[in-house]
T-cell receptor, first 116, second 112 residues
Framework: GAVVSQHPSRVICKSGTSVKIECRSL??????MFWYRQFPKKSLMLMATSNEGSKATYEQGVEKDKFLINHASLTLSTLTVTSAHPEDSSFYICSARSPGMNTEAFFGQGTRLTVV | TQLLEQSPQFLSIQEGENLTVYCNSS?????LQWYRQEPGEGPVLLVTVVTGGEVKKLKRLTFQFGDARKDSSLHITAAQPGDTGLYLC????????????FGEGTQLTVNP
């Protein structure tokens, strides 16, 4: 199956700093990537849809100035959590899909962000 | 209102027991996926069903897509401790395009 790599897997940062999370599709070109947030033992909550070469589409209630998404190439999308606060601590997961693939998306390993 | 109602949310059973997880909606889905997720990792795709009434088997797991493509079930036979994890159903709605809509998840614990 397709491989999606997410980096880093864990990150601890201080309040007020920014953190960048990378999502790469390793063996296919992903025109669309998705960013999710997940709380413990809960389901995935879609934050935004990232399309290569265009602005991301954010879900209602997600601050686009706080969660900056860049999809500059067909294999890389980044999520930057700006001015992080402890309430931003969570598990962030990306997924990727290309037009030639079936409707399922392949997920990265996730990033555990802890803001102290 | 949750678009995909998944039940039960929590399930704790003994090794060897059978179980069924349900995923229901009032909306029609062009396809539906089942994922399994372990703590600290991303979801891993188990199966995709696309045809109403479709049944797929993956070893001890049986997946069924409802005739009207509004619901799905996952049945596990003779559960093992290694089956422990968070099971997620996710569907692609015909109206909304290719976005995945997730159910709330079922946290399964299989005790030895």
């Amino acid at each position: 199956g397709a491989v999606v790599s997410q980096h880093p897997s864990r990150v601890i940062c201080k309040s007020g700093t920014s953190v960048k999370i990378e999502c790469r599709s390793l063996d296919f070109q992903a025109t669309t990537m998705f960013w999710y947030r997940q709380f413990p033992k809960k389901s995935l909550m879609l934050m935004a849809t990232s399309n290569e070469g265009s602005k991301a589409t954010y879900e209602q209630g997600v601050e686009k100035d706080k969660f900056l998404i860049n999809h500059a190439s067909l294999t890389l999308s980044t999520l930057t959590v700006t001015s992080a606060h402890p309430e931003d601590s969570s598990f962030y997961i990306c997924s990727a899909r290309s037009p030639g693939m079936n409707t399922e998306a392949f997920f990265g390993q996730g990033t555990r962000l802890t803001v102290v | 209102t949750q678009l995909l109602e998944q039940s039960p949310q929590f399930l704790s059973i003994q090794e060897g027991e059978n179980l069924t997880v349900y995923c229901n909606s009032s909306s029609v889905f062009s396809s539906l996926q089942w994922y399994r997720q372990e703590p600290g990792e991303g979801p891993v795709l188990l199966v995709t069903v696309v045809t109403g009434g479709e049944v797929k088997k993956l070893k001890r797991l049986t997946f069924q897509f409802g005739d009207a493509r509004k619901d799905s079930s996952l049945h596990i036979t003779a559960a093992q401790p290694g089956d422990t994890g968070l099971y997620l159903c996710a569907g692609v709605r015909e109206v909304r395009g290719s976005r995945l809509t997730f159910g709330e998840g079922t946290q399964l614990t299989v005790n030895p």
